[in-house]
């Protein structure tokens, strides 16, 4: 079965550490694979996406991820933490083979980044 | 210039009854979703419409059933409201060609059933 495994429920990083927030995929082929934050009473909001090409990639508000094929990971990264990076983080791969538009979340892992 | 909206925001009601959650998106997308997030923060689709017609349908109780009235609506109707269809509900839309396989989320509804 396809799956998105965030094995961490919270990650805790002080204010100017860098932070790291983990994501593995068991999907066939080459899926696109994304990185969405959702802030307390919000919506989820897009930080960045890996379709195709260098493996590091850059998003919003400072965060890149790191694709790794042989490990099938794309963790998060954040050089140095802000206390309003803290929020709930959700991976999502879509898989290429399927013929439809899904998405496969994993379960989240909120981020605590203390002052 | 809300991208993709959804109404109500909040909604309280008590079991057995039908309500609807409506969706809008200005995005010009051709696909749509509903997905729900339960109390433990997990995120699951439940229904995807591209151009109108369902492609995805998860599991679900037929309890639910979303119209597409057009490309910019997604509307979601549930039937005798159980205590477990307590949840957030979000709507998404996404134009999955290409480089913009992005989903854009509206705020959700947090559905309260009593």
């Avoid at chain 1, 790191?66 to 879509?94: G, I």
Wanted: aromatic residues 12%; glycine residues 6%; hydrophobic residues 30%.
């Amino acid at each position: 079965a396809q799956s998105v495994a965030q094995p961490e429920d919270q990650v805790n990083v002080a204010e100017g550490n860098p932070l790291t927030v983990k994501c593995t995929y068991s999907v066939s082929g080459n899926p696109y694979l994304f990185w969405y934050v959702q802030y307390p009473n919000r919506g989820l909001q897009f930080l960045l996406k890996y379709i195709t090409g260098d493996n590091l990639v850059k998003g919003s508000y400072g965060f890149e991820a790191e694709f790794n094929k042989s490990q099938t990971s794309f963790h998060l990264k954040k050089p140095s933490a802000l206390v309003s990076d803290s929020a709930l983080y959700f991976c999502a791969v879509r898989p290429l083979t399927s013929g439809t538009y899904k998405y496969i979340f994993g379960t989240g892992t909120r981020l605590k980044v203390l002052a | 210039d809300t991208a993709v909206s959804q109404t109500p925001k909040y909604l309280v009601t008590q079991m057995g009854n039908d309500k609807s959650i409506k969706c809008e998106q200005n995005l010009g997308h051709d696909t749509m979703y509903w997905y729900k997030q339960d109390s433990k923060k997990f995120l699951k689709i439940m229904f995807s419409y591209n151009n109108k017609e369902l492609i995805i349908n998860e599991t679900v109780p037929n309890r639910f059933s979303p119209k597409s009235p057009d490309k910019a609506h997604l509307n979601l109707h549930i039937n005798s409201l159980e205590l477990g269809d307590s949840a957030v509900y979000f709507c998404a839309s996404s134009l999955p060609s290409g480089n913009t396989d992005t989903q854009y989320f509206g705020p959700g509804t947090r559905l309260t059933v009593l």
